[in-house]
């Protein structure tokens, strides 16, 4: 016997469409392998990420220490000078051997500044900078232009181009000038 056409017609649609969806089931199954191969490759760089991070803080902590440990070793023969200074005046009761003492620590922290570069900010005579001087007090003077700074109470500091403590200064204010008093003036024309 013969099918008729209607059958056939029908049965290779129903072909087709199991034929499609095989085709979209492998497809679904190599797209879910695809996001797991993903997802996993995400989870490794994460991982990868994290153990970054983790040693480039360990390394910081580690040059934070040996730098450290550096200004350390340079300090501690100041410290000594220091105090040798202050046992020498003590025994001695003079006052010679302790400025003596005092001059010599001071060229060695000056001296141990530099090789850090750390350098100090000139301010006396300069015009007040907020960004190298932090401004305590303004005096009316006649001296000094407004502006200036005419002393400095504690002195700033940089590491290259960064303030690392600004200078406390003093700053000049010009004195403002008499107001003539007009009340009671009778002029006559």
Do not use: C, W
């Given at each position: ?35 797991e ?43 000594d000078n ?21 001059r ?48 400095e ?37």
């Amino acid at each position: 016997m013969h099918e008729p056409e209607n059958e056939v017609s029908t049965q290779q649609q129903a072909q087709t469409v199991a034929d499609d969806l095989e085709h979209a089931f492998a497809r679904l199954q190599e797209m879910e392998q695809a996001l797991e191969e993903q997802k996993n490759l995400y989870l490794r760089t994460l991982a990868d990420f994290q153990n970054y991070r983790r040693r480039q803080q360990d390394e910081m902590e580690r040059q934070r220490a040996l730098l450290l440990e550096s200004l350390m070793e340079s300090l501690m023969p100041i410290l000594d000078n220091f105090e040798r200074a202050l046992q020498a005046a003590e025994m001695t009761r003079e006052l010679e051997p302790l400025l003596e003492g005092v001059r010599l620590t001071e060229r060695q922290i000056k001296a141990l500044l530099e090789r850090y570069e750390i350098h100090p900010i000139h301010a006396i005579g300069q015009p007040f900078d907020p960004n190298l001087h932090e401004a305590i007090q303004r005096v009316e003077t006649d001296e000094y232009e407004d502006g200036i700074v005419i002393d400095e109470v504690e002195r700033g500091y940089r590491l290259g181009e960064r303030v690392i403590r600004p200078s406390r200064v003093i700053v000049a204010k010009r004195p403002e000038p008499p107001q003539a008093d007009h009340k009671g003036l009778d002029i006559e024309i």
